[in-house]
């Protein structure tokens, strides 16, 4: 016997616009179901809790839409999330940010504005001259499967050298697609190492933000005119769980 479950679609802040067109995110839109029993079972499992994968996981089981997870770029991955919540459990959400209670409304959360004239349609691709050094690069926008690949990749450094650091570097490496022309990943990695300005990655990670497609994860503290990012962990889909 098949059950009718709820669904509502989520219009994606990317609005499918750096999907290739056989890509069914370039809808702009994916359906997601309401949250059941099994969903709840995905968010009470230890052994996602522990190795980070239970969001991923839980998302997963909540899209309705015939896609490749890790297709998703990131800021659409947060619209749906963001979703998710607000059918599973409601718009408010509840949590302590400096030792006070705060309280945001979920569905007043918007996708942040984007100038589609710096978009070319079904082409996940970006222009950005570094103002310092004059070098030209080409770069992209990471997907949920980037992330993946450079979590990996971070792991595996940590493990050879516990006192390395190379989280920025290793994302640098993964989001531009060739520097001056040259598009080979060992030049690429090259330029990050030894020729990658301090002051040009600042420029060019601030230019990153003004395009990214994505929600606008910010509220204002109580007493506080600085906006700052909303904390979300797990009892942001479950407020009254506790891990053991």
């Not at 059941?36 to 079972?41: L, Q, V």
């Not at 409601?90 to 004239?117: M, Q, R, W």
């Not at 190492?193 to 395009?211: H, K, P």
């Amino acid at each position: 016997m098949e059950f009718k479950l709820p669904t509502e679609t989520v219009d994606l802040p990317s609005k499918g616009l750096l999907y290739s067109e056989d890509n069914p995110l370039s809808s702009g839109q994916v359906e997601i179901k309401y949250m059941t029993a099994k969903e709840e079972d995905i968010l009470t499992n230890q052994n996602y809790i522990a190795n980070g994968t239970v969001l991923d996981k839980l998302l997963k089981s909540l899209i309705v839409t015939d896609i490749n997870y890790s297709d998703l770029l990131i800021g659409d991955k947060n619209a749906i999330m963001i979703a998710a919540r607000i059918l599973g459990y409601g718009a408010e959400y509840k949590f302590t940010y400096n030792g006070k209670e705060e309280v945001v409304n979920l569905s007043e959360i918007e996708n942040k504005p984007i100038d589609e004239s710096l978009y070319t349609k079904g082409l996940n691709e970006f222009n950005f001259t570094l103002p310092t050094s004059g070098n030209e690069i080409t770069f992209k926008l990471l997907s949920q499967g980037d992330e993946i690949k450079i979590n990996q990749e971070i792991e595996g450094l940590k493990k050879i050298n516990k006192e390395t650091s190379s989280d920025l570097t290793t994302r640098l490496k993964y989001m531009i697609t060739s520097v001056n022309g040259e598009k080979d990943r060992k030049v690429i990695r090259d330029f990050v190492d030894n020729a990658f300005l301090a002051r040009d990655a600042r420029s060019f990670r601030e230019y990153v933000s003004q395009i990214q497609p994505d929600v606008d994860l910010t509220f204002f503290p109580l007493g506080s005119e600085r906006a700052v990012s909303i904390p979300i962990g797990i009892n942001f889909f479950w407020p009254d769980f506790e891990i053991s």
